[in-house]
C-alpha cells in the first residue's frame, strides 16, 4: 500500500505572483487615515497662513491709509499762510473740521494761497481744496464758498471714521475748541503791532499748533497727531 501523498499550498498562490504579497483592507484603511489626517493638518496650517497674511495685508493698507492722512495734513500746515496774509485766521476749527489757508509754490510761477479743509463726511475723512487764489480778495470770497464750488475738488483719504477733533493751539491761551480764542489772538496780535519795529515782518500766528484725533473702525484706539503751524 502506498503511503498518502500530502499536498502543500502553492506558494505562489500565498504570496502571489513572484512570492510578492498585496496590502490588506486593513492597511488600505490605515493609510487612508493617515493621509487623511495629514491632508487635514495641512489644510488647516495652510489656512491659518493664508488668514495671516490677509492680516498682515489689511493692517499695513490701514497702516498706509493713515500715514498718507497725517503727512498730508503735516505739509498743509507747515505751508499755512500767515493771518494777515489771509486776511483773517489762516487757520480754523470747529465741530469735525479744520480749515487751512496755506501758500502754493511751483517753479516759474508767483506764490499763491490755496484753501483746504479737512472735513469728516459720511464716516470718511475728506479734504477738499480751493483753486490756487491770487490775491486777498478772491481768499475772502473762496473763505465763504462751500465745498462743491466750481474748481474745488474733494479726495477721501480715509474711510471707517468714526471720530474726527479737532484743536487749535493759541499762545497765552492754550489748547482750545473755540474759534473766539483765535479771533482774540489776532485782535490783541494787530493791536501789539510797532510799525516803526517790526517794519514789514508779518503778526504773529494767533494758532501755532493744530492737534488731530482720529478714531476708526479699524484702529484699537484713535490716534493723536499735533502739528506745528509754519514751521
Do not use: C, H
Not at 44 to 60: E, S
Not at 155 to 160: C, F, K
Amino acid at each position: 500500500m502506498k503511503p498518502a501523498v500530502r499536498s502543500r499550498p502553492d506558494a505562489r498562490g500565498a504570496r502571489g505572483v513572484g512570492g510578492v504579497g498585496g496590502f490588506t483592507l486593513i492597511e488600505m484603511l490605515v493609510a487612508i487615515a493617515i493621509l487623511a489626517v495629514i491632508a487635514v493638518l495641512s489644510w488647516r496650517g495652510l489656512d491659518q497662513i493664508m488668514r495671516g497674511r490677509t492680516t498682515i495685508t489689511n493692517a499695513m493698507e490701514d497702516e498706509r491709509v493713515v500715514a498718507q492722512l497725517f503727512d498730508q495734513m503735516r505739509i498743509d500746515a507747515r505751508q499755512a499762510a500767515t493771518d494777515d496774509e489771509a486776511g483773517e485766521a489762516a487757520v480754523a476749527i470747529g465741530g469735525n473740521s479744520v480749515q487751512i489757508v496755506r501758500g502754493v509754490y511751483a517753479a516759474g510761477v508767483p506764490p499763491r494761497l490755496q484753501i483746504v479743509r479737512y472735513r469728516l463726511t459720511d464716516g470718511r475723512v475728506m479734504r477738499f481744496a480751493s483753486p490756487p487764489l491770487g490775491n486777498v480778495g478772491e481768499v475772502r470770497r473762496a473763505l465763504s464758498a462751500a465745498d462743491s464750488a466750481d474748481g474745488w475738488t474733494a479726495i477721501p483719504l480715509m474711510g471707517g471714521v468714526s471720530v474726527f477733533a479737532t484743536r487749535a493751539y493759541v499762545p497765552k491761551v492754550g489748547w482750545t475748541t473755540r474759534m473766539g480764542d483765535v479771533t482774540a489772538q489776532i485782535t490783541q496780535n494787530d493791536n501789539n503791532l510797532k510799525v516803526p519795529l517790526l517794519g514789514n515782518a508779518p503778526l504773529p500766528r494767533a494758532v501755532t499748533g493744530i492737534q488731530i484725533v482720529v478714531g476708526a473702525q479699524n484702529l484699537a484706539l484713535p490716534i493723536t497727531r499735533v502739528f506745528l503751524i509754519g514751521e
